[in-house]
């Protein structure tokens, strides 16, 4: 009999995940998504950076699965001509003081495989990325890309379909009995019966543990961040991504995301070093 594999969420993770199952014909997959719409949420919501792989220790899974993760999403968009703009990425040190910070982030790149780094010295050169950046050094990276994630997201969910797999939107699970070889899906007034479930349910995947009396502990809190859009008639003061150096005495991360997909342009200040301090491009309008 054929594997009948349900899977909660319907944000990035939960479709691409029913995208390799269906496609795979690893069984009858059914996705349940609570919001009338796909990526309603994190995926919905995010910055829209491919990230390239500058931060992660050398070797590590994180690292391996960004850098084959990048290529892999920049195939599929270009396959299914879905926006990928690769506009960059500049990591720059303020000054001096953040130079041997700077040298680890180069050294994991380098080892990360990510690809067309360089290490820039000087504002003159700093000025020929940015011309209103304001620093000593950076590491750039030049194929870190922005994308749409709910439009890929989208595009996905339609190859799940097409692969015979079934989407139920407005669909919150509610109650997941398992019982021998089996797994009892509810949502309000439906009940489903499944080999495997898999749950994808993101910042509710808590929620979803404890519906299978799963320990409460771990708990996901939420941590409050902001976002600035620069007024678009600023847009040209930027041209790519610009961060910070990771500082570990900092709660946050200044970001900027000028021209994506969706010519949104975000700010996240850092909550213990204004972000202008950082980058002169501008002034912030709420
Ligand atoms: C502010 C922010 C910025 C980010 N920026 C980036 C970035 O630039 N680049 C990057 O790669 N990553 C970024 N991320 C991380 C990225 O967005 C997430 O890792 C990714 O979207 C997680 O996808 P997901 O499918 O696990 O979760 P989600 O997108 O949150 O999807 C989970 C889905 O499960 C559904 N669900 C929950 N409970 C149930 C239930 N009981 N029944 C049915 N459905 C249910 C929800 O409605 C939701 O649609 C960012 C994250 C945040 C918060």
């Known amino acids: 009999m054929t594997e009948r594999i349900g899977i909660i969420g319907g944000g990035i993770v939960g479709i691409a995940l029913a995208r390799a199952l269906a496609q795979a014909g690893a069984g009858d997959v059914t996705v349940f998504e609570k919001e009338h719409r796909l990526a309603a949420h994190?995926?919905?919501?995010?910055?829209?950076?491919?990230?390239?792989?500058?931060?992660?220790?050398e070797g590590s899974l994180k690292a391996q699965l960004c850098v084959a993760g990048r290529a892999a999403l920049r195939d599929f968009c270009l396959q299914k001509n879905l926006p990928y703009r690769e506009v960059g990425k500049l990591v720059v040190a303020v000054d001096e003081s953040e130079l041997p910070a700077l040298a680890e982030?180069?050294?994991?790149?380098?080892?990360?495989?990510?690809?067309?780094?360089?290490?820039?010295?000087?504002?003159?050169?700093?000025?020929?990325?940015?011309?209103?950046?304001?620093?000593?050094?950076?590491?750039?990276?030049?194929?870190?890309?922005?994308?749409?994630?709910?439009?890929?997201t989208e595009a996905m969910g339609q190859d799940v379909r097409a692969a015979g797999g079934t989407i139920l939107l407005g669909q919150e699970v509610v109650a997941i009995a398992v019982e021998g070889g089996t797994v009892r899906v509810g949502t309000a007034g439906t009940e489903h019966v499944f080999d495997r479930v898999i749950a994808c349910a993101g910042l509710q995947s808590d929620v979803v543990a404890r519906l299978v009396g799963a320990d409460p502990s771990p708990k996901i809190l939420p941590f409050r961040g902001e976002y600035w859009s620069l007024n678009p008639a600023r847009n040209h003061l930027v041209q790519g991504m610009i961060y910070p150096v990771p500082d570990p005495?900092?709660?946050?991360?200044?970001?900027?995301?000028?021209?994506?997909?969706?010519?949104?342009c975000t700010w996240v200040p850092m909550p213990s070093r204004p972000s202008p301090a950082r980058a002169t491009a501008g002034s912030r309008s709420p």
Do not use: K
């Open 105 to 152: 982030i180069e050294r994991r790149s380098r080892a990360n495989g990510v690809p067309g780094l360089a290490r820039i010295n000087g504002a003159a050169r700093l000025h020929e990325i940015e011309p209103h950046v304001t620093g000593v050094a950076a590491v750039h990276s030049p194929h870190t890309a922005v994308v749409d994630f709910a439009a890929i």
């Open 42 to 57: 994190q995926t919905g919501h995010n910055s829209g950076v491919v990230h390239a792989g500058l931060y992660y220790a």
């Open 249 to 264: 005495g900092s709660r946050s991360l200044a970001c900027t995301s000028p021209a994506a997909c969706t010519t949104r």
